[in-house]
Structures are given as structure tokens and as C-alpha cells.
């Protein structure tokens, strides 16, 4: 059996869609989309068996998605990459409210909310703090330097 050439780009066509499966998103759906982009010309082709007509139609609709579609798919798949509120905490300042010691949390305020925080050094109540990093729901913290100091 021969295979016709617009069977063929529909052959081609479901290659690409079959290899995004295995390669994952990683290509941003693109070898998908052009792979219906050749599976149509392939299609266009059989219904109106002329060489030319099939190979610049199926041209032109892959132009067509490079150029449009492909910037409209980007951004459908962009990760909007925000921080969470307590991922904005990291180097933010507040004060301590109770007072922590090593091995000993205590309390801080940031933004008018309190935390539950953790330091290496011991800090009294009313030391300006800065956060260093976060481990579950406990801030590590340390003393904020003084101005000019």
C-alpha cells in the first residue's frame, strides 16, 4: 500500500502530536499545534488534490500560528509567579513582641500581624527585627543593625 502525500503530512502531523506527548510541555504545545497545522494541510490536500495548493496552504497555517497563535499560547501558559504572603516575609522588618531567646521562639509583629519566630541571638521585646528565612510557620530572625552603627 502507498501512502498518498497528504496522508502522509496527516502521518507527519500525528508524529509531532505523539512526540509533545512523550517530550512533555516542555515545547509549550508547540509541535502539538503544528502538527494540526500539518494534519489540516494534509486534510486541505485530500479534499483538493493539487501538490502546490496542499503545500502553501499548510504554509501558510503554520505562518499563521508562529506569527498569532503561538504568542496568545505563551501566554495562556504562563505561571504568573507572585510570592505567597509568607514568601513576600523574607526580608521584611518588624518587632519583637515576646521576647525570643536560642532554642526558646517567640512572638513578632510584621505588618500588623504576629509570627511565631526563632533567633540564634536572644531579642527583647521592642528589638527591630529583620526575617531571614521561614521554616513551616516559625520565622528565623535576627536583630535589625541600628542606623549608623
Do not use: C
Not at 10 to 17: C, H, K, N, Q, R
Not at 41 to 52: E, F, H, K
Not at 91 to 110: M, S, T
Not at 130 to 148: C, D, E, F, Q
Amino acid at each position: 500500500m502507498v501512502l498518498s502525500l497528504p496522508w502522509l503530512f496527516v502521518l507527519i502531523g500525528l508524529s509531532l502530536i505523539f512526540a509533545e506527548l512523550f517530550i512533555g510541555v516542555y515545547t509549550g504545545f508547540d509541535l502539538v499545534l503544528i502538527g494540526l497545522s500539518i494534519i489540516l494541510g494534509g486534510l486541505l490536500g485530500a479534499i483538493y488534490p493539487n501538490l502546490v495548493f496542499m503545500i502553501i496552504s499548510t504554509s501558510v497555517i503554520i505562518l499563521l500560528y508562529l506569527i498569532f497563535g503561538r504568542q496568545f499560547i505563551k501566554r495562556r501558559l504562563e505561571i504568573d509567579t507572585h510570592q505567597s504572603n509568607v514568601d513576600a516575609l523574607v526580608g521584611a522588618h518588624g518587632l519583637v513582641v515576646k521576647e525570643i531567646k536560642p532554642h526558646n521562639p517567640g512572638q513578632v509583629k510584621i505588618n500588623g500581624e504576629f509570627w511565631r519566630a526563632e533567633s540564634r541571638q536572644a531579642l527583647k521585646i521592642g528589638d527591630e527585627i529583620i526575617v531571614n528565612s521561614i521554616a513551616g510557620v516559625t520565622l528565623k530572625v535576627s536583630k535589625l543593625p541600628r542606623k549608623g552603627a
